[in-house]
């Protein structure tokens, strides 16, 4: 998952030195790869990296001997050197002896080095292991130029120190008469050396003594950051009794031992001419252990905080100049000694304040043990990965924490399984300053090989991660990286083929619904957008800062994460401003002009700001009210299922019928398609259709309005400029939902799938018909549940799907559940498509029953079925009889007894009306005449009706009716009644 770089070298660097002492073949004559010959070099000397500076040297220590080849004596020495890009290593300063040099330091100017030795005094206490040993540390400062004057500090002592020069902004001046150098003892003080030089025969050299002022006291842990030039202090600040501290929040509640404190960050920036600033000073969330005995790592001698072994922790700032108002500090918690049990370990626990959104994020893993982490060199590494903060133990764990400034926290990736090593399996790590022009990497320091190397995320393994995991939420983080933090929408598309490849898997709705939120953000246009904005579009459908548990695919707790908010942090920053939250960013003035405290009260005003757009409020409302009736019925949209009180005697019309359906099928009519759906859809496999372009349109006129209005209320735009942006972010919605259908359909697509409309609805699917059918299900609960709009055509094409792939039960539930909104033309398809045997009919009439009455009807007059043709004649001869014709009708009038009566009659008045001008089923061959004199009688009274009735008035699905389907009608009903012929029924 985790791609690395070699960026830096040591045994690279030192190999040209000794590359003569260094065969480049075995004995047996195989070849020496140049990385085993640096490897070779780095033992030969015993080189290591003692220092880092500001402008991207490096200061590199390593052992030696005085005298020439043909002297007989030489000494051990300790060399230091200066690595400055690509340059070959140069020599500064070459000890008269053999030391272990832990951190080393030179000036701006290359005038001075500062360097710190730690040696092992013997100890008359055998008690103690070679751990324990007392080791005292000693600093000195060496002159360069003319070199050889060592200056010792006078200052040794058992505790850590280190010495530090403090760099200027700009290039390096070549003549600087002024130093600063900062030297840190641990646990006893702080204080900063100014040097002062003067210019003998063009060289600097020391002016004098150095004037010492002691900064600060009794530092607990320490770290120096040579990219801000800030040093990160932690102190001792007791509670003040009745101060009632909101930072104590989330302790464990145990007793506090001796040991135990509750510590303080300050955050002190230095500048030109030594001067410096507190720029914030806080209580942290948290408790600390302090040994007595601090135990230092060997390993480690270049790291930017203290190597205490008993202190993990470190202050982090996210990479790239768009984050300067970003801070994280990460601790490891110490196991305490009554909590060391062996029995029941206590579970690795660590602790991140992020401090740019005031909130705290404890992290438990009660399946590692912290006994068995802390035995290791340094424990948990922690380092920055672009946006994340990456928590990392090679080979056992790796967490990439999304502390970005530009949302909260919510998609974290958590691996604990097959987690990636170091290059050459390496343990001892720390971190690497990071270069700001690769913001979205991180570095880290090999200290077993002395190589530096950036850290990235490999696209194809993280591709191949999400297929291969089953941790649902580290998929939907894979995801979310993939996206909002690379806008690598390539990496998210392969995503999404994977997810086609098992539909059925749990997560897949959720993770189409975060892949549409997420991509919309991260591809909105943001010109003219500022972070104000930014915070109010919708991002996810996971809520930020939500404790909750990981679990593992055997149901095992992974990770607990547990939120707290950290209350009051405002106040610890050195000139915020309390109004400030109340007034426009761009009004927001504080008296420094620090960059760090400008980011951090900026954050914060924005994370203290209006709640995201809530898109699911759109979708509720949709539900709840669907377009007006007069839009729908001149576009053809159908709306959700009538109710009863809209037609009763509809529904229980085919309530009543629909158990006693006729087999009979009438004659076949091609499935013909409406002639205003001929036009294509931006996506090939997709129809426009009208009655969807309307909800389309009425879907984004609700989400441009309601975002209008939320960014009027909760920026300083005016309103013009808020309706660009949510008509932009409409149109970026919609642009994604037929990417992503596309993409689903492109993964899942095969040669005999084809267009909709070539496929008849009588055909069953295939198996990868319904797993396209899956997919497109997964597609509509996502677009549903983030608020999104559909493509043209898809409720059409999703509908034809599922009747094909479903079991015709299963989908008159899904159409009952409003899964399928049944538009007209699909419904029409499936009155001529699917034959009218009894369980095709039955499903019909049930589709029918779930359109609005007009539209039910509407289908009714196009469909041949016997039940069909009865309704429908038993309304038009209601319209007939409520004409109220003017003059009363006799039975004389239609009581002729000759058999043929009713043939003239019909002959005489029935072609006027019967628009359709079909076949009427009394001219059939089946033995069905006009001489049954019932039908006859009743038939010509009937159509003296029909002649005072106003066709122009009457519904328009009973216009195109005539007497002659009546007729038709009354003799299929008459024949089916008496089960037998009726063609010698005589009247009495």
């Given at each position: ?5 070699t ?31 640096a ?35 030489s ?11 690509r340059s ?45 040993q ?17 200056l ?154 203290v ?45 991140v304040?992020?401090l ?48 970005s ?10 691996l ?39 850290v ?55 993770l ?9 953000y ?34 095992t ?47 914060l ?99 441009v ?17 808020c ?28 040669p ?44 059409q ?22 899964v399928?909104?049944?538009p ?19 499903l ?31 309304q ?27 043939s ?44 005072d ?40």
């Amino acid at each position: 998952m985790l791609e690395f770089s070699t960026t830096f070298s040591l045994g690279e660097s030192l190999l040209p030195f000794v590359s003569s002492l260094i065969p480049e073949t075995n004995e047996d004559g195989s070849y020496v790869s140049p990385d085993e010959r640096a490897q070779s070099a780095l033992r030969l000397l015993q080189a290591r990296v003692v220092g880092r500076e500001k402008d991207g040297c490096v200061l590199v220590a390593w052992s030696g001997v005085t005298g020439s080849e043909e002297s007989a004596v030489s000494t051990p020495v300790t060399l230091l050197g200066l690595l400055e890009g690509r340059s070959p290593l140069s020599l500064l300063y070459a000890h008269d002896k053999l030391i272990n040099v832990v951190s080393a330091s030179v000036d701006q100017g290359r005038s001075l080095l500062s360097f710190t030795e730690v040696a092992n005094t013997s100890s008359g206490d055998s008690s103690l292991d070679e751990l324990e040993q007392q080791r005292l540390y000693q600093s000195y400062v060496v002159e360069l130029q003319p070199a050889g004057r060592v200056l010792s500090l006078n200052v040794q002592r058992a505790y850590y120190q280190r010495t530090q020069f403090i760099y200027t902004g700009g290039s390096r001046p070549s003549a600087s008469k002024d130093v600063y150098m900062l030297f840190i003892l641990h646990h006893e003080s702080i204080g900063m050396y100014h040097f002062k030089l003067q210019q003998i025969n063009d060289v600097l050299v020391l002016a004098g003594q150095p004037v010492v002022c002691e900064l600060w006291s009794q530092p607990v842990w320490f770290q120096w950051s040579q990219a801000h030039q800030r040093l990160y202090l932690v102190y001792d600040k007791p509670q003040l009794e009745g101060n009632d501290d909101s930072f104590s929040e989330g302790d464990d509640g145990e007793g506090e031992e001796e040991d135990v404190f509750h510590p303080a960050l300050r955050v002190v920036e230095f500048f030109d001419g030594g001067a410096h600033e507190v720029v914030l000073e806080m209580r942290l969330p948290f408790e600390m252990l302090v040994s007595e005995l601090p135990m230092y790592s060997d390993e480690l001698t270049w790291c930017e905080a203290v190597p205490d072994r008993n202190c993990n922790m470190a202050v982090l700032q996210l990479g790239g100049e768009q984050r300067l108002g970003s801070l994280c500090v990460v601790y490891q918690h110490v196991v305490k000694k009554a909590q060391q049990d062996s029995r029941f370990p206590t579970p690795l626990k660590y602790t991140v304040c992020i401090l740019h959104h005031a909130y705290r994020m404890e992290l438990s893993m009660p399946s590692v043990s912290a006994l068995d982490v802390y035995k290791r060199p340094r424990s948990l590494l922690f380092a920055v990965l672009g946006d994340y903060v990456m928590v990392w133990i090679p080979g056992k764990i790796l967490h990439l924490l999304d502390c970005s400034t530009e949302h909260g926290a919510f998609h974290h990736m958590l691996l604990q399984d097959s987690v990636p090593t170091l290059p050459f399996n390496g343990t001892s790590v720390c971190s690497w300053p990071c270069s700001i022009n690769q913001p979205s990497t991180g570095s880290v320091f090999d200290a077993k090989r002395q190589d530096a190397f950036t850290v990235c995320i490999q696209r194809q393994e993280l591709a191949e991660l999400f297929a291969e995991t089953q941790q649902e939420s580290l998929r939907a983080a894979s995801l979310h990286y993939a996206l909002v933090h690379q806008r690598d929408n390539g990496l998210g598309r392969k995503m999404i083929e994977h997810l086609c490849r098992d539909p059925a898997a749990p997560d897949c709705t959720s993770l189409l619904a975060e892949y549409l939120l997420a991509a919309s953000y991260a591809y909105m246009r943001r010109e003219g957008l500022d972070a104000t904005l930014m915070q109010l579009l919708p991002i996810s459908l996971a809520g930020a800062f939500r404790s909750h548990v990981e679990e593992g695919r055997d149901g095992t707790q992974l990770v607990r994460i547990f939120y707290s908010r950290m209350h009051g942090l405002k106040d610890q920053i050195i000139g915020w401003q309390p109004d400030a939250s109340q007034q426009s960013l761009a009004q927001v003035v504080v008296p420094s002009q620090n960059k760090l405290i400008l980011g951090l009260q900026r954050n914060l005003v924005l994370h203290d700001g209006p709640a995201r757009f809530n898109l699911r409020a759109i979708q509720q409302k949709l539900e709840s009210a669907p377009p007006s009736p007069a839009t729908s019925d001149s576009s053809g949209y159908t709306s959700s299922p009538s109710t009863p009180q809209q037609q009763p005697e509809s529904r229980g019309f085919f309530r009543r019928l629909s158990s006693s359906l006729s087999g009979r099928r009438p004659p076949t009519t091609p499935a013909q398609r409406s002639s205003s759906t001929a036009a294509t859809s931006s996506l090939p496999f997709l129809e426009t259709q009208p009655e969807e372009e309307i909800l389309a349109d009425h879907r984004r006129h609700l989400v441009v309005e309601h975002f209008r209005h939320h960014l009027k209320k909760n920026s300083f735009e005016s309103v013009e400029r808020c309706q660009q942006i949510a008509q932009e972010y409409a149109s970026t919605q919609m642009h994604h939902s037929k990417y992503l259908l596309n993409a689903i359909w492109t993964s899942l697509r095969h040669p005999t799938l084809g267009q909709p409309s070539q496929a008849l609805l009588s055909d069953r699917g295939r198996s990868r018909d319904k797993a396209l059918f899956t997919m497109a299900e997964h597609f509509s609960a996502a677009v549903r549940s983030c608020g999104f709009p559909t493509p043209s055509g898809f409720n059409q094409f999703f509908a034809a799907l599922g009747l094909r792939c479903l079991d015709p039960l299963i989908f008159l539930q899904y159409a009952q559940q409003n899964v399928f909104s049944l538009p007209n033309d699909f419904v029409r398809r499936v009155v001529h498509e699917l034959n009218n045997n009894p369980e095709n009919a039955e499903l019909k009439f049930q589709i029918l029953n779930r359109l609005k009455y007009s539209d039910g009807v509407g289908m009714l007059a196009d469909w041949g079925h016997p039940v069909a043709s009865r309704y429908l004649s038993q309304q038009y001869v209601t319209c007939a009889m409520q004409a109220d014709a003017k003059e009363s009708w006799e039975f004389s009038a239609y009581s002729s007894s000759a058999p043929g009566a009713g043939s003239q009659s019909r002959s005489s008045q029935g072609d006027g009306n019967d628009v359709d001008g079909g076949e009427s089923l009394s001219s059939a061959d089946d033995g069905i005449g006009i001489n049954f004199q019932p039908v006859a009688n009743l038939m010509q009274v009937l159509r003296a009706m029909e002649l005072d009735m106003k066709r122009n008035q009457l519904a328009q699905h009973l216009q195109r009716w005539s007497m002659n389907r009546v007729e038709d009608s009354c003799l299929q009903e008459s024949q089916s009644a008496a089960c037998s012929r009726t063609g010698n029924v005589y009247p009495l």
